[in-house]
């Protein structure tokens, strides 16, 4: 992998980007992508979409999600603790403890999430999971007053953006959800060779899917492409207490997952799976047996309907602050998209028969 693409996904991932704070993200994106997109706009929206051969009839849509779970400030209480909500969804155990930023009209200020030590916790409390309106960010101010100087109700709040190189080309940070998807179909952009491209390609990092998958609606509606593919991360099953027989197996380190079930268009599906073993790119099979909760789940839908595929990277503590995914996975996932896109035929049908 080339240094210059690896640093994009550590500019990815330690850059803020909470669901409806997305700004900060697509300006990182929109910088990697000029040099080789033949257009790069931002819908009303926030989805930013990087385009190549864009005046081809036939359409392909790229989409990966630049938004990541993160907290919002609610409350500022007398002493000057901070009571914050979810944006999109935690395990509020994983928060106990963490260092956090708010990021406030000033710029960003330093905190810590606090619950009462387990020493003053009755027997009730320590059987009990704690809720986030149980918790409350400590930023060291004195009182209210103090505190609002430096944020206010509506500001985001993000854990660590830090990054961590693991062995065997496995790398941990949070928000691969899905910084991975952003990273794969921009590379994948990047990756296709200009002599075999017959259609426009729009690679599209789609905003607020945590939230209800709402920015792959309105950019799939706007572009209305005959093909979509999206990249988003799928639930590695290779840890302890995870029930192969109910989750699958799946593997980090052995591909991406090609999703298949009713969510998809399998004459597409099966067009990925032959490029895979054309190209000699490892993959992985995962069954989705209903709607996805990724923006495949709009593109599939949108108008008159789209022709639709997912392509997941294996993840490992899911929606936690230190999900692992393997950059072996996120490059043969950019390469298999590339690949495909340059033997599609603009003639090509993915209706039913």
């Known amino acids: 992998m080339e240094e210059r693409s690896k640093a994009f996904f550590y500019q990815l991932v330690q850059t803020p980007s909470p669901s409806g704070y997305e700004e900060k993200i697509q300006k990182v994106v929109r910088e990697y992508v000029s040099d080789f997109a033949d257009e790069v706009r931002v819908d009303v929206h926030g989805n930013l979409i990087a385009t190549r051969n864009p005046s081809a009839p036939f359409c392909v849509m790229l989409a990966g999600h630049c938004d990541q ?40 200020v330093d905190g810590v ?11 009730d409390e320590r059987k009990k999971v704690p809720k986030v309106t149980d918790l409350w ?40 959800d899905d910084k991975s998807g952003v990273w794969v179909v921009m590379e994948a952009l990047r990756r296709i060779d200009a002599s075999k491209l017959k259609v426009a390609v729009h690679a599209v990092s789609t905003v607020q899917e945590e939230v209800g998958l709402r920015g792959a609606r309105t950019s799939s ?11 988003d991360v799928t639930h590695a099953t290779d840890t302890p207490t995870v029930d192969k027989k109910i989750c699958g197996d799946i593997q980090l380190g052995n591909g991406p997952a090609i999703g298949k079930g009713p969510n998809m268009n399998m004459r597409l599906v099966n067009d990925l799976v032959k490029i895979a073993k054309e190209n000699e790119i490892r993959y992985q099979m995962c069954a989705e047996n209903r709607i996805t909760g990724t923006d495949a789940a709009m593109i599939q839908v949108a108008r008159a309907g789209v022709a639709t595929a997912l392509i997941s990277i294996p993840n490992r503590y ?24 340059e033997s599609l035929d603009p003639e090509v049908s993915y209706i039913p028969q």
């Open 113 to 123: 999430i606090g619950r009462k030590a387990i020493h003053l916790l009755t027997e």
């Open 137 to 176: 960010v400590d930023i060291g101010a004195q009182n209210k007053e103090e505190a609002e100087t430096y944020v206010s109700v509506g500001d985001a709040v993000t854990i660590p953006l830090d990054c961590r190189e693991l062995l065997n080309d496995r790398v941990a940070a949070p928000a691969t």
């Open 318 to 341: 899911m929606h936690t602050p230190v999900e692992v995914v393997s950059w072996k996975d996120m490059d043969a996932a950019a390469d298999l998209i590339a690949r495909y896109i």
């Open 69 to 108: 779970i993160a907290l919002e400030v609610n409350y500022v209480d007398s002493d000057g603790f901070i009571y914050v909500l979810p944006i999109g969804g935690w395990d509020p155990q994983t928060l106990v403890g963490v260092r956090v930023t708010i990021w406030g009209a000033n710029g960003p």
């Open 221 to 231: 509606f706007g572009l209305d492409p005959d093909v979509g593919i999206a990249v």
